[in-house]
């Protein structure tokens, strides 16, 4: 919708004559008068509102930049969709290690993680406008009701953004002026119960106004019902497993808990029933399936998506991106990719063997002997094959080769340009330093991209919410509210769809590891360990990698268990209580002396 944004525009203007705006208006800018009367201003207006929510993709860049971020060269712009794995237990970093250092230092007082504030306000402010105005232009009653309903769910969306990193925000749902008394010009907080329930009304009231298919990238009723289960469902955690502090500026009652699951479920239960949306099973080759279920455009689990079109934006007015640069084997051309590096501790503690049962990938088993990596690998399931890539993967009609030394006569050589025999020391995917694993990530890739060019060249759409996710929430509500035989039916078609054999029982641990397992490296796992307040945990453990020696005489692999892969064998990980909360900074508090810190940042 971003390129729609420029296009409708640029039409708006050329419609009207040299007379029409020396005689009407200004020529620096466009009057509200042009603008509210007109049907394709008044849409350029929303799809600029779509254009700058980069939010939806992860990408949290510090400073306003006018347009989308990832058309220029910012670090979160270019590889915002895969830093927040960085943050999470999924994956360490292979190009820049900007948010992953964050495991090792935590979180001050300065903030600079998953920002999302001035960006966010500059949005609702926009949305407050159109909210406010689209009611007296001339556009029909049933188109105005639906363009209202979309403003509504991107509010909607940038205070869900918001709460879940700060906890209560100020709830501003007007255009401020300048005139307007100093306590509405500088708001204070809202409490988060107060974000949660107005996220959660205004999409009760706003997805029956939406159409049931929605251009791509823009709000249907099933968006704005998906965004309703997810900000229910994290609410419901909050109220659950966290604590109420600052009068309630964090935190919710746990008694609110099961009224917020049942929000959740109820949201989720009506995509299931209504049915527009299903799981995208359309292939007998599960790996294939899953593959292609975040390649095929326009697929049925697809629910809301930003769209991409493989085009520069700047040169051709594109919506292309560049994941396939960031997140492809390396080495390109700039010798970058494979941001994301999975750690050999989260890929044991996550995907199972065809049977349901885990692998045996602990340090005693994989030293053991010497493996032929179709063995090493036997069995697993194929959302494993779909989602990671490793030595051996097959890759543009070749195959990975990450071997990291060759053993020869008991000698590891390991020359950057070396060979023995024809065989290269290192194997092309090895020839990087930094943290190192010896996994990728596959999901989301594109083979017949070349990754090679740092063009916006990538086409995929990234996928915002899709139906797994209603399933997966609707599991983990239902789970809650006692109905474990719905729960066990919701998690069994994840996994039937997946090829992995069905449970025969059900509890939160394994609805816990469904979700990780099926939304891994999409974006989720971080705020999960923050919602169900396991963070402190599982964050502060150190992870493991695996290196690839390839033995000469045999053409079979020794492995290598790599301990503490992050931040070196000294450095431990922090994650403390109070960084379930990002702090509000102490420059916004600063300039808003109504604004509250929260606790224990100093």
């Not at 800018?29 to 929303?46: G, K, T």
């Not at 008394?181 to 106004?209: G, H, T």
């Not at 965004?227 to 659950?240: D, F, H, N, T, V």
């Not at 070749?398 to 006569?409: F, M, R």
Request: charge should be negative; proline fraction near 4%; glycine fraction near 6%.
């Amino acid at each position: 919708m971003k390129k729609i944004y420029y296009i409708v525009l640029l039409g708006t203007l050329t419609t009207l004559s040299c007379k029409d705006v020396l005689d009407r208006e200004p020529l620096d800018r466009i009057s509200e008068n042009i603008v509210w009367n007109d049907q394709n201003a008044i849409l350029a207006h929303l799809a600029g509102s779509y254009s700058m929510m980069s939010v939806l993709e992860n990408e949290t860049p510090e400073k306003y930049v006018g347009i989308r971020p990832g058309v220029g060269w910012t670090v979160e712009g270019q590889v915002g969709a895969t830093l927040i794995n960085n943050l999470s237990d999924e994956a360490t970093w292979g190009m820049y290690p900007n948010w992953a250092d964050f495991r090792n230092t935590g979180i001050t007082i300065n903030g600079g993680l998953l920002e999302w504030w001035e960006n966010a306000y500059i949005i609702i402010r926009q949305l407050n406008d159109f909210i406010a105005q689209v009611p007296q232009s001339p556009l029909s009653d049933d188109l105005k009701m639906s363009l209202i309903a979309e403003a509504r769910f991107l509010r909607a969306y940038n205070y869900f953004s918001m709460v879940r990193r700060y906890g209560g925000v100020p709830l501003i749902t007007k255009v401020q002026k300048l005139t307007d008394p100093q306590e509405e010009l500088y708001p204070s907080r809202n409490s988060e119960k107060e974000l949660y329930d107005f996220v959660i009304q205004e999409m009760n009231e706003a997805s029956p106004l939406l159409p049931i298919k929605a251009e791509s990238g823009r709000a249907s009723r099933y968006a704005a019902l998906t965004l309703l289960s997810r900000a229910a469902l994290y609410a419901g955690s909050i109220a659950e497993y966290g604590t109420v502090q600052l009068d309630g500026l964090l935190g919710m009652p746990s008694t609110e808990a099961r009224a917020y699951y049942q929000k959740s479920y109820d949201a989720s239960t009506l995509i299931m029933q209504e049915g527009a949306h299903g799981l995208y099973d359309v292939s007998s080759d599960k790996v294939k399936n899953f593959r292609d279920l975040f390649l095929v455009k326009g697929n049925t689990e697809a629910i809301f998506v930003v769209p991409h079109d493989g085009k520069d934006m700047i040169a051709s007015g594109g919506n292309g991106w560049r994941y396939d640069f960031i997140q492809g084997p390396l080495p390109n051309a700039w010798f970058n990719g494979n941001q994301n590096m999975p750690y050999l501790s989260f890929i044991a503690s996550t995907f199972e063997k065809k049977d349901g049962t885990a692998p045996d990938l602990t340090t005693n088993k994989l030293t053991s002997k010497l493996w032929d990596i179709n063995e090493l690998w036997a069995d697993m399931e194929p959302r494993f094959f779909a989602s990671v890539y490793t030595h051996g993967t097959p890759w543009q009609g070749s195959t990975i080769d990450w071997h990291k030394s060759l053993k020869v006569n008991g000698q590891y050589l390991a020359d950057q340009n070396g060979a023995y025999q024809g065989t290269p020391h290192l194997g092309l995917q090895a020839q990087k330093s930094g943290p190192y694993t010896s996994f990728g990530v596959l999901k989301y890739l594109d083979e017949t991209k070349n990754n090679m060019s740092a063009d916006f060249a990538s086409s995929q759409d990234w996928i915002v919410f899709r139906y797994a996710e209603v399933l997966l929430n609707h599991a983990e509500a239902a789970y809650k509210l006692d109905k474990h035989d719905e729960a066990l039916l919701a998690i069994n078609a994840i996994r039937e769809r997946a090829g992995v054999s069905k449970r025969t029982v059900i509890n939160f641990e394994l609805i816990q590891k469904e979700r990780k397992v099926e939304l891994a490296f999409e974006g989720s796992r971080y705020w999960d360990l923050r919602r169900w307040r396991i963070a402190t945990d599982v964050l502060t453990k150190r992870e493991t990698g695996l290196r690839y020696m390839l033995d000469f005489a045999t053409k079979k692999l020794e492995l290598q268990v790599l301990e503490k892969v992050d931040g070196g064998p000294n450095v431990s990980a922090i994650f403390e209580d109070h960084h379930y909360y990002l702090p509000i900074t102490k420059a916004r508090t600063q300039q808003n002396t109504r604004l509250v810190e929260n606790p224990d940042y100093q």
